[in-house]
């Protein structure tokens, strides 16, 4: 008896590798996959200015940093103590606004350079909904809980995302022609906005990402959204609020996700890490006793033969560790 589909998404012939520059941007889901493989060694850079969900937004972001525009004092705002700008996450602030330019300028910088040299990049779309604010007419990615008089709800329609990205992809060939986009849609349900609501953002969403990487033969799909949705299709894949994926669904579409785009090269030096990474975090209650040190002998000479190996795996976090008897 099956419980699920069984859903094999087909082998990429672009396989990821940890030679490769990867960069993350857009909704919450892809932190998850980002996460793992920034544990697993690879090189990785996630969301400059904090989670972003609609495709507006992720325009906007990524034309700031191919362009290098940087933030000016008009865009930002104090509220209660504390700087925001309305095109970052919440979770970017600060107390000062000149601290706060700095660090978002700062981002602006990094991600300029990562984009010339990059692999590939990573959207993912959580929603079509967008909000608009009133007075400074234009799309906010976050609203940093302020007042809902400020902002127009609006549902994004899939050609203007279409022309938005084909744009954008015209644009980033002339810094990087090699850059890979790789696409996704989120499987977090955002139930704020209602079932029949949510289904349609993501139907949306579907729609302008197939369209796309039919025009484009530097563009691809990696079905996140489907993997959950309609292959393990069952909520006890959810964590309680029904909306995100739990530990097993992102496990699940990991492992799909490793299928996919890794050979087998890049799988075995990922099982050798993550033993490193596991014993890293291993905690040791008595660090000088024979079998603890044994333990990170062991796991320090792990590390130099897989840095002699592999040299663009960068091991020093791990091969000081080891190599401390005491901390």
Request: glycine fraction near 2%.
């Amino acid at each position: 008896m099956q419980f699920h589909l069984g859903f094999q998404p087909a082998v990429s012939q672009h396989k990821i590798t940890h030679q490769d520059g990867v960069l993350f941007f857009g909704s919450c889901f892809s932190e998850h996959i980002a996460n793992r493989m920034l544990d697993l060694k690879f090189k990785i850079h996630t969301n400059p200015f904090g989670i972003v969900f609609n495709p507006k937004s992720i325009v906007t972001s990524l034309y700031r940093i191919i362009h290098k525009k940087y933030f000016k004092e008009e865009d930002v705002f104090e509220k209660e103590g504390l700087w925001y700008s309305f095109e970052s996450h919440s979770s970017i602030f600060s107390i000062s606004k000149n601290e706060l330019l700095e660090t978002l300028n700062h981002s602006i910088d990094t991600w300029n350079q990562e984009l010339h040299q990059a692999s590939y990049l990573v959207i993912t779309f959580g929603s079509a909904f967008a909000y608009q604010h009133k007075q400074q007419e234009k799309i906010v990615a976050n609203c940093h809980k302020l007042p809902q008089a400020l902002f127009d709800k609006t549902l994004l329609e899939n050609h203007e995302i279409i022309v938005d990205f084909q744009e954008l992809i015209e644009d980033l060939k002339t810094i990087n022609p090699q850059l890979k986009w790789m696409f996704t849609v989120s499987p977090v349900k955002h139930l704020r906005d209602g079932v029949v609501e949510n289904n349609l953002s993501k139907a949306i969403l579907i729609q302008a990402v197939h369209q796309l990487v039919k025009q484009n033969t530097n563009c691809f799909y990696f079905p996140a959204y489907e993997l959950v949705t309609d292959d393990l299709r069952d909520y006890r894949f959810y964590e309680s609020d029904m909306a995100h994926p739990n530990t097993q669904a992102i496990n699940y579409v990991w492992k799909k996700f490793s299928e996919v785009y890794f050979n087998e090269l890049t799988n075995a030096i990922n099982e050798r890490v993550l033993q490193i990474h596991q014993a890293y975090h291993h905690r040791l209650f008595n660090k000088t006793t024979e079998t603890s040190m044994k333990f990170k002998h062991n796991f320090y000479q792990k590390c130099v033969t897989l840095q002699a190996e592999y040299t663009y795996i960068d091991l020093s976090k791990e091969l000081h560790y080891f190599n401390t008897l005491e901390d």
